[in-house]
C-alpha cells in the first residue's frame, strides 16, 4: 500500500520524484524514465488504475482488461491498487501544477469515482479536495470542467458529503457555470445533476430555489438535447417536493413549461414526463395550482389500483351511443362480417359538423377501456414523491380527455373508496365551462346521479358536491333535469336523517336547476328555444349525422318531473331551512320556493305551509342587530369593516334579497295577504333598507316595500317609505352609477334622474349626495360631460351650494377652475355656472 512506501500525501504536500521508491516509479507509466520526471509529458492516465470497479469493488465487465503493468503486480487487487494512487491524483489538483497535468487528474479521478461509495470515500479523506474540484469548474479546458462536473455528481449522491459539496462554493460556481452561453451538454447534464443531488437535503432547497438556479433549470426544459431536459426536470421535482418552493416555481412560470412534456407526445423522453409529472402532482397539493395546472389540460386522477378495475365489464349489447347517452342512430342493418357491431352503421355525411367535445370524449373512452380490457391500466402511471393521507389520495396526471374518461370509469366501479374518490376529483376538476362540457359529454351526469341513491353517506355527499359544481353549467342543468334527477335530490331534501352537508349541497344543486332568472330568460328572451325543449323533453333528430338525442332517460322528462318540487313534505321542508339555516341556504331555499311560485301560479303549495314566519326569520338576521347596537354605542368600528364582517354581509344581503323577491311574488295572492302582518314587514324591511347591505341587495327590498305599503292602504301622498326608499336606494344607486359606469351616456341618465329627485325637494336629498362623496364624480362629468350632463350636475351643485356646510366640498372637488372654464368659453351653461360661483362666494 502507498502508506507503506511513501510519505502521507495531502494537497499541501510538496510532492517530487524522489518522494517514490524504485518500485512504485516501475508501476506509474507516466514517468518518461527512471531518472528524470517531465510534468509537461502526456499520462496514459494510470489507465488501468481507472478500471472501474462496481460496488461491491469487483471489476466492471464492460471495462476492458486491466495493462500488463497492473495485472503483474503481486498480492494486490487491482481495487487496491487504484486506491493506492489516489493521493497522488488529489495532489496534481493543486493550483501549482500544469494546467495539463490537473486536466488528466480531475479525468481519472471522474473516471475513479464511478466504481461506487468507497471510491468516492478514498478521494474525499483528503482535506480540502473538494475545493480543487470545485476550481476546476471555471477551467478553461471543456474536459477538465466536464470532468469536475462529473465528479461533483459523484461525490454529491452521497448522503455523508452533500454538505461538503454546498459549502465549497459548488453551488456558486454551477450557476455561473450554467449561465455561460456556450455550454457542452455533457456539462450541463452533470452539474445539473449535481443540483439535483444536493436538493435531496430538504434545507439545500429553498436556497437553492431563491437562486437563479431555479430560471436555469426552467430554460433548460427547451434544450435541444433530450438528457439535458431529463436533468432539468429533475432538478425541478426535487424542488417541488419543499412547499415553501411552490410560490416562486409557479410565479416562475414553470406549470405551463412541466405541463407540455404531458400533454404532447412529442415533446420529450420518458424520463421528462416522470420528472414533468413528479414536479406537477407536488403542486397540485395546493388547490390553488391545482387550478393552474388543469387550466394546462391535465386533470388529476387518484390512483385505486389495477385489481380495483376488475370489476368493471364493458356493456356489450347497449345501443350505439356517445358516452353521455346521445344514441347513434343505424343506417346498416346487416350482421357485421367481422363482429364490429360499433361501426356497423355508424355513416356520418361527410358536411355533417359533430360536436368535438363528443368526439373527444368517445376517443378518451375507447382509450380507457381499452387498457382496462388488457390489463394494463394505471401501469407506469407516476405517483407523487410524498405519501398523501386519507384526504390525499396517491395521484396521477393525464391529459385531460383520457383523464375525464378514466374519472367517470371509476364511477362504474364496485369500490366505494374508489368511488368516493373519484367523485371528489371530478368536484375539483370542475373549475371553467370546458371541464364541465367535458364531464357532461363523458356520461359523468347519469354516473353521479345513480350514486344519490348511494346508502353510504360518504359517496352520496362526494356525488353532490360534484353536480354542485358540474351545475354550475346552464347545460348541465338541463342534462341533469332530463336525466331525472330533480326526484333523487328532492328525496334528499325530504328526508330528515340525511346529513346537513349533503342536504346544503342538493339545495345548492337544486337552486342552480331551479333559478326564477333562468326560467324567466328561457321563456322571453331565448328565442331559439322552442316549448319541448324549454320543458328539456324534446327529441332533435338529425338525419344528416344519424344521431339522436332520444335516450331511456331522456323519457322521464316526458312527465314533467318537475312535479317533485311541488311536494307538499320538500316545501315545507324548505320553510324550515329559511326559519333556521345560515344565510347561504337560506337564499338557496327562497329562490327554489320562488321558483315554486312560478311553476304553480295558484301559490296553495307555499301558502298552505307556515311560509309568513319563514320570512320573517331571514329577514331579521343577527348581524342587523349587531351593527344596530355598534352604531348606537359607536363601538366596535374597526370590526364593522373588517373581512369577515364584509362576508357575513354579503351572505344575509343576499339571503334578504332573495326573501324579498319570493314576497312580493306571494303578494300577488289574496289569500296570502289576507293572513299576513302588514305592519310587521313593513317595519323590518324599512329598517334593512336603512341598514349596511350591498346596494344590490336593496333593489328588491325597495320593490318588496313599495309594493306591502300600497296593498296596505297608507296614504301615498304622505307616506315616509317613499322618502326611505328615494334616500336608501334610489339616490346611492344613481350615485353609485355615476361613479363606477364605463359609459358615459349612462352616467349623464344617471345625473339627470338624480336632478331630478333633488329639484323635487325630497328631504335630506342633498345631505344623502354628500355623505355618498358624489360631489367630485360630478364635476368631473361637468369637465368630460356633454351639455345634457353639463345641466344636470351644475343643477345638483347648485342645489348643494344652498347650504354653506357643503362649500367646502364642493371647492375641494376642483369645481372652481371648471367653472371658470365655462364661463370665460360662454358655453351655454356659462350663467348657471357663474350663479354657482357666486353662491360659493367664489
Not at 305599503?709 to 326608499?725: A, F, K, M
Request: aromatic content about 6%; proline content about 4%; overall charge negative.
Amino acid at each position: 500500500m502507498l502508506a507503506s512506501t511513501t510519505p502521507i500525501l495531502t494537497p499541501s504536500s510538496n510532492l517530487k520524484p524522489s518522494h517514490f521508491t524504485p518500485s512504485i516509479t516501475s508501476r506509474v507509466t507516466f514517468l518518461q524514465s527512471s531518472s528524470s520526471f517531465k510534468p509537461h509529458s502526456k499520462l496514459p492516465l494510470f489507465v488501468r488504475f481507472s478500471r472501474s470497479t462496481n460496488s461491491n469493488g469487483s471489476p466492471d465487465p464492460a471495462v476492458g482488461p486491466a495493462s500488463p503493468g497492473i495485472d503483474e503486480v503481486e498480492g494486490e487487487s487491482s481495487s487496491d491498487f487504484g486506491d493506492s494512487y489516489v493521493a497522488l491524483f488529489v495532489r496534481m489538483l493543486g493550483l501549482d501544477n500544469n494546467p495539463l497535468d490537473r486536466e488528466h487528474a480531475i479525468v481519472t479521478l471522474g473516471q475513479y469515482s464511478l466504481g461506487g461509495k468507497k471510491c468516492i470515500d478514498n478521494i474525499m479523506q483528503f482535506p480540502g479536495c473538494i475545493n480543487l474540484v470545485v476550481n476546476l469548474l471555471r477551467s478553461e479546458s471543456s474536459s477538465s470542467s466536464e470532468a469536475a462536473a462529473g465528479l461533483l455528481r459523484s461525490i454529491s449522491s452521497i448522503d455523508l458529503y452533500r454538505d461538503s459539496v454546498a459549502d465549497s462554493g459548488a453551488i456558486e460556481e454551477i450557476n455561473r457555470l450554467l449561465a455561460q452561453s456556450s455550454l457542452g451538454s455533457e456539462v450541463k447534464v452533470r452539474s445539473l445533476n449535481t443540483l439535483r443531488n444536493l436538493l435531496v437535503d430538504e434545507k439545500l432547497r429553498v436556497k437553492l430555489a431563491k437562486s437563479d438556479i431555479l430560471l436555469l433549470a426552467i430554460k433548460y426544459l427547451d434544450d435541444e438535447d433530450v438528457k439535458v431536459k431529463e436533468a432539468a426536470g429533475g432538478v425541478l421535482a426535487n424542488l417541488a417536493l419543499s412547499r415553501e418552493n411552490h410560490d416562486i416555481m409557479v410565479e416562475a412560470g414553470v406549470i405551463p413549461k412541466l405541463a407540455k412534456f404531458l400533454t404532447s407526445y412529442s415533446e420529450g423522453s420518458q424520463v421528462i414526463t416522470k420528472e414533468a409529472k413528479k414536479a406537477l402532482l407536488e403542486l397540485v397539493k395546493d388547490d390553488y395550482y391545482r387550478i393552474l395546472v388543469i387550466e394546462e389540460g391535465l386533470v388529476p386522477v387518484p390512483l385505486i389500483g389495477a385489481s380495483a378495475y376488475k370489476s368493471y365489464t364493458p356493456p356489450l349489447y347497449e345501443p350505439l351511443a356517445f358516452p353521455d347517452g346521445t344514441e347513434i342512430e343505424k343506417t346498416y342493418t346487416k350482421p357485421s362480417r367481422y363482429g364490429a357491431e360499433f361501426l356497423v352503421g355508424l355513416n356520418v355525411d361527410k358536411n355533417a359538423d359533430i360536436d368535438e367535445a363528443k368526439a373527444n370524449a368517445m376517443i378518451g373512452q375507447a382509450q380507457q377501456r381499452f387498457l382496462v380490457r388488457i390489463g394494463v391500466v394505471e401501469n407506469g402511471e407516476t405517483a407523487s414523491h410524498s405519501e398523501y393521507s386519507d384526504d390525499q389520495p396517491r395521484l396521477t396526471l393525464l391529459p385531460w380527455i383520457g383523464g375525464v374518461a378514466r374519472l367517470v370509469l371509476i364511477l362504474e366501479l364496485e369500490d366505494k373508496s374508489a368511488i368516493l374518490r373519484a367523485a371528489k376529483s371530478i368536484a375539483s376538476a370542475c373549475i371553467n365551462e370546458h371541464m364541465r362540457i367535458a364531464f357532461k359529454e363523458a356520461g359523468a351526469v347519469k354516473q353521479l346521479l345513480r350514486l344519490l341513491s348511494c346508502h353510504d353517506d360518504a359517496v352520496q355527499l362526494a356525488a353532490t358536491q360534484a353536480l354542485e359544481k358540474l351545475s354550475a353549467s346552464n347545460i348541465v342543468c338541463r342534462v341533469i333535469e332530463s336525466k331525472g334527477g330533480l326526484g333523487p335530490l328532492v328525496n334528499i331534501l325530504k328526508c330528515s336523517d340525511i346529513g346537513g352537508a349533503i342536504v346544503e349541497k342538493s339545495l345548492n344543486v337544486l337552486a342552480q336547476i331551479l333559478d326564477p332568472n333562468k326560467e324567466m330568460q328561457l321563456k322571453f328572451y331565448d328565442g331559439s328555444v322552442n316549448e319541448s325543449e324549454k320543458e328539456f323533453g324534446g327529441v332533435r333528430n338529425d338525419s344528416s349525422t344519424g344521431l339522436s338525442s332520444t335516450n331511456s332517460e331522456q323519457a322521464v322528462s316526458k312527465i314533467n318531473p318537475r312535479n317533485d318540487i311541488l311536494d307538499s313534505v320538500f316545501i315545507a321542508r324548505l320553510v324550515e331551512i329559511l326559519k333556521s339555516s345560515s344565510p347561504s341556504l337560506q337564499e338557496k331555499a327562497a329562490s327554489v320556493l320562488e321558483f315554486v311560485a312560478l311553476t304553480d301560479p295558484t301559490l296553495t303549495p307555499i301558502i298552505s305551509v307556515d311560509i309568513e314566519n319563514g320570512l320573517s326569520s331571514t329577514f331579521q338576521q343577527n348581524f342587523l342587530k349587531i351593527s344596530a347596537y355598534a352604531a348606537d354605542m359607536e363601538s366596535d368600528a374597526e370590526d364593522q369593516f373588517s373581512a369577515a364582517y364584509a362576508i357575513k354581509l354579503e351572505e344575509a344581503g343576499l339571503a334578504i334579497s332573495a326573501a324579498s323577491r319570493l314576497l312580493t311574488r306571494l303578494l300577488d295572492s289574496r289569500q296570502f295577504r289576507d293572513k299576513i302582518n302588514f305592519s310587521s314587514f313593513i317595519d323590518t324591511l324599512r329598517k334593512i333598507l336603512k341598514s349596511n347591505i350591498p346596494l344590490r341587495s336593496k333593489d328588491w327590498v325597495a320593490a318588496c316595500l313599495v309594493k306591502l305599503s300600497s296593498l296596505s292602504g297608507y296614504d301615498t301622498s304622505s307616506n315616509p317609505i317613499n322618502v326611505e326608499v328615494t334616500l336608501y336606494e334610489t339616490i346611492p344607486r344613481l350615485v353609485e352609477q355615476i361613479k363606477t359606469s364605463s359609459s358615459l351616456e349612462a352616467q349623464e341618465n344617471a345625473a339627470v334622474e338624480l336632478n331630478r329627485i333633488v329639484s323635487k325637494g325630497v328631504v335630506d336629498s342633498t345631505g344623502a349626495i354628500i355623505s355618498l362623496a358624489a360631489v367630485n364624480p360630478l364635476v368631473k362629468l361637468i369637465e368630460e360631460g356633454s351639455e345634457r350632463g353639463i345641466e344636470a350636475s351644475l343643477t345638483i351643485l347648485y342645489n348643494l351650494s344652498m347650504d354653506s356646510e357643503n362649500h367646502s366640498a364642493i371647492i375641494a372637488a376642483g369645481a372652481v377652475p371648471a367653472l371658470r372654464r365655462i364661463v370665460l368659453s360662454e358655453k351655454p351653461q356659462w350663467q348657471r355656472a357663474l350663479h354657482l360661483l357666486r353662491s360659493l362666494q367664489i
